[in-house]
């Protein structure tokens, strides 16, 4: 879901996207009971070959991105630990 709302940023803002790779490692923590866990943080790396854009507007696009992921698997990014990475590969 990351790398697809990443893509249609870039796209829909006129950006030719070669190739997006995206590794997220998700958190959690037990919330009580062996069975219930909770996600507690979210580490995100985008690796993109995306000509005619720089770094800083990759991460911008990939910052939003993630905040739209978490909200819509109904989370708040003010209850997790949130790291991204963002490396634009060769163009």
Known sequence: MFA???AEALVNHGSHVRQLTAEIVVSC???GEVTELAVSGV?????GRVPEIGQERLAAVAGA?????IK???QRGAD???TL???LEGR
């Open 43 to 47: 580490a995100t790396k985008l690796l």
């Open 4 to 6: 697809w709302f990443v």
């Open 85 to 87: 990475e963002t490396v």
């Open 72 to 74: 819509t698997l109904g």
């Open 65 to 69: 991105a993630l905040e739209r992921c």
């Open 80 to 82: 997790l630990t949130v």
């Open 29 to 31: 923590d037990r919330a």
